[in-house]
T-cell receptor
């Protein structure tokens, strides 16, 4: 079962930062937070992941609260191609092959 | 191109047919997965194989029969399906989460769109 909750939908103006929240209040100490996105009818695409430190890559930034009970994915300059469903999931690090997806957040980037 | 290839991309079958979906990964991963995605529903994890051994079966009906002959190939055998089984079936693979460079993420194929008449 999914261990995360996300708002069902969000809008963001093109060029602005998109901040997508995720609640994972029951996360364990050895569980990582992963973010994926899925553009209509394609396979989900990996974005970023983290354990407890904030992370940044060429696609996005991940901010994890100090208590690790929630996180925020930041797309710094949203484009129309960022319109997708964004999934936040947790994964156990050692021997953990349980990737459970929740309902995700449908992000619409508005011109 | 993710390194995970699924065939066929589209499949139409009757309820009495027997067909198979195939997945192949060229990433050297040890784990492979089948997910089902019905219209307007989240991805449902069906099966997980780790080093060819099945480690997850999330109460999937027996009309879906997975097979993992080696760490690079995964099949989903289909027989006597129902119209409600029509969905996008996604295969994925992952490697272990290690320190140097391996992010342990899932790599997905493009999916096989199944329609059961």
């Amino acid at each position: 079962d999914a261990k995360t909750t996300q708002p069902p939908s969000m809008d963001c103006a093109e060029g602005r930062a998109a901040n997508l929240p995720c609640n994972h209040s029951t996360i364990s100490g050895n569980e990582y937070v992963y973010w994926y996105r899925q553009i209509h009818s394609q396979g989900p695409q990996y974005i970023i992941h983290g354990l407890k430190n904030n992370e940044t890559n060429e696609m996005a930034s991940l901010i994890i609260t100090e208590d690790r009970k929630s996180s925020t994915l930041i797309l710094p300059h949203a484009t129309l191609r960022d319109t997708a469903v964004y999934y936040c999931i947790v994964r156990v690090s050692i021997g953990g092959n349980q990737f459970y997806f929740g309902t995700g957040t449908s992000l619409t980037v508005i011109p | 191109e993710t390194g995970v290839t699924q065939t066929p991309r589209h499949l139409v079958m009757g309820m009495t047919n027997k067909k198979s979906l195939k997945c192949e990964q060229h990433l050297g991963h040890n784990a492979m997965y089948w997910y089902k995605q019905s219209a307007k529903k989240p991805l449902e994890l069906m099966f997980v194989y780790n080093f060819k051994e099945q480690t997850e079966n999330n109460s999937v009906p027996s009309r879906f029969s997975p097979e993992c002959p080696n760490s690079s190939h995964l099949f989903l055998h289909l027989h006597t399906l129902q119209p409600e089984d029509s969905a996008l079936y996604l295969c994925a693979s992952s490697g272990p989460l290690r320190g140097s460079g391996n992010t342990g993420e899932l790599f997905f194929g493009e999916g096989s769109r199944l329609t059961v008449l």
